[in-house]
C-alpha cells in the first residue's frame, strides 16, 4: 500500500510538471530565418509581421508579436510588453522589462531557442549566426544611426546594432557577452554584411499579450 501511494504522489508530481510547462506557452524567440534582405525588415511592421507568421508556422496563434528592434524614434523596450516572458520550452527569460536588461535574465544560447524551440548557432559554429539585430543600447533605448535606415536598408550603406544571444565574443568584456549591443555590422546592412561578422539578419520576437 505505501508503495502504491507514493507511486501515486510521483505520478501526481510529474502531472504538476507537465501541467506547468504547458501553461508557459512561448512568448519569446529569436527568429529561426531573417527577411533574406540583411537588415531590410520592412521596418518595424514587417518585422513584427515577420515574428508572428513565423510563430504561427510554430502553433503559436493568439499572440500578437513585436521585433526587439528600436528606430531612430522608437525603443526596443517600450515595444515589447510587460512580460514575462518564456522561451518554446517554456523556460523564464525575464520577468519583465527591467530584469531582462539586467544580469536577471536568463538569455544564452540553451535558451536563446527559435520559434522550433532548436538553438541557434553561436560562435563556433558554422555558420556563426550569434549577431541579432537590435538597434540598441544596453539598457534597450535606441541607437539612431545603427538602424540600418530604421530597417529598410540592404546595401553597402548604414549599420545595425547587434548583440549576442549566445554571449560570447572575442573577450570578456561586457560587450562582447551583450545579448543586445555587442557591436555594429561592418560594411554596410547586406546580407553578405551581417555574415561577414558572424550573423544572418536574425532578430528578437516578444509576445505582448
Same mark, same amino acid.
Given at each position: 500500500m505505501r508503495r502504491l501511494l507514493l507511486v501515486t504522489a510521483a505520478a501526481s508530481l510529474a502531472a504538476v510538471g507537465v501541467a506547468s510547462s504547458q501553461d508557459a506557452?512561448?512568448?519569446?524567440? =529569436?527568429?529561426?530565418?531573417?527577411?533574406?534582405?540583411?537588415?531590410?525588415?520592412?521596418?518595424?511592421?514587417g518585422a513584427d509581421a515577420h515574428c508572428g507568421s513565423l510563430a504561427e508556422a510554430a502553433g503559436v496563434t493568439g499572440k500578437t508579436w513585436r521585433a526587439?528592434?528600436?528606430?531612430?524614434?522608437?525603443?526596443?523596450?517600450?515595444?515589447?510588453?510587460?512580460?514575462?516572458w518564456f522561451n518554446a520550452k517554456g523556460v523564464k527569460i525575464a520577468d519583465d522589462v527591467a530584469s531582462l536588461h539586467s544580469?536577471?535574465?536568463?538569455?544564452?544560447?540553451?535558451?536563446?531557442?527559435?520559434?522550433?524551440?532548436?538553438?541557434?548557432?553561436?560562435?563556433?559554429?558554422?555558420?556563426?549566426?550569434?549577431?541579432?539585430?537590435t538597434g540598441s543600447k544596453p539598457d534597450g533605448t535606441k541607437i539612431a544611426d545603427q538602424t540600418c535606415g530604421d530597417w529598410t536598408l540592404?546595401?553597402?550603406?548604414g549599420a545595425a546594432m547587434?548583440?549576442?544571444?549566445?554571449?560570447?565574443?572575442?573577450?570578456?568584456?561586457a560587450a562582447a557577452k551583450s545579448w543586445n549591443s555587442s557591436h555594429a555590422s561592418r560594411g554596410g546592412c547586406s546580407q553578405e554584411a551581417l555574415r561577414s561578422t558572424g550573423g544572418?539578419?536574425?532578430?528578437?520576437?516578444?509576445? =505582448?499579450?
Open positions: 506557452t512561448m512568448s519569446f524567440f =529569436v527568429t529561426s530565418v531573417g527577411s533574406g534582405k540583411g537588415a531590410n525588415l520592412g521596418g518595424l511592421a526587439y528592434l528600436s528606430t531612430s524614434d522608437t525603443d526596443a523596450r517600450d515595444r515589447i510588453g510587460k512580460g514575462p544580469d536577471a535574465n536568463a538569455i544564452t544560447k540553451q535558451t536563446a531557442l527559435d520559434e522550433k524551440g532548436e538553438m541557434v548557432n553561436g560562435r563556433g559554429d558554422k555558420p556563426n549566426r550569434h549577431d541579432v539585430l540592404s546595401g553597402a550603406e547587434t548583440g549576442h544571444h549566445d554571449r560570447t565574443g572575442l573577450d570578456d568584456s544572418d539578419g536574425l532578430f528578437y520576437c516578444f509576445a =505582448v499579450n
